[in-house]
């Protein structure tokens, strides 16, 4: 059992820069892939970042790739996702998920599929201002 917990989340103008924090309690992300996902209202949970293998294997959705970075905390119980010039439809809740990297990386494409995902945070609010 893995529980994850975001945070970082918030209100910032168009062009700003956040940092999310996904926790592991009690336990590192060495045998596990993390996933970004995010939720606009009225829109599906689509998928933004990944990673596996202790940074070896990362991926992005296009449109966040060259603004967004994901990264591994030293201590490997910490998941960050630094946004940097931030866009209105960037705006949405921010969730945190985990698998095992064995099932995350088994099939093509299982990292942007959130349904491969067992373990998943409360999710953290982002908003961009125009």
């Known amino acids: 059992q893995v529980q994850l ?3 970082g989340g918030g209100l910032v103008q168009a062009g700003g820069s ?8 009690g336990r590192t992300f060495s045998d596990y892939a993390v996933g970004w996902f995010r939720q ?11 990673t596996a293998l202790r940074g070896a294997r990362i991926y992005y959705q296009d449109s966040v790739k060259g603004r967004f970075t994901i990264s591994t905390g ?14 209105p439809e960037d705006t949405a ?7 095992s990297a064995r099932n995350i990386l088994s099939g093509p494409n299982y990292y942007s599929s ?3 995902y067992d373990y ?7 908003t961009v201002s125009s």
């Open 5 to 7: 917990v975001e945070s």
């Open 120 to 126: 998943w945070g409360q999710g953290t609010q982002v």
């Open 40 to 50: 606009a209202p009225g829109k599906e949970r689509e998928f933004v970042a990944a």
């Open 114 to 116: 959130a349904k491969e």
């Open 18 to 25: 956040l940092r999310l924090s996904c926790a592991a309690s």
């Open 74 to 87: 030293d201590a490997r119980n910490t998941v960050y996702l630094q946004m940097n010039s931030l866009k």
């Open 93 to 99: 809740v921010y969730y945190c998920a985990a698998d």
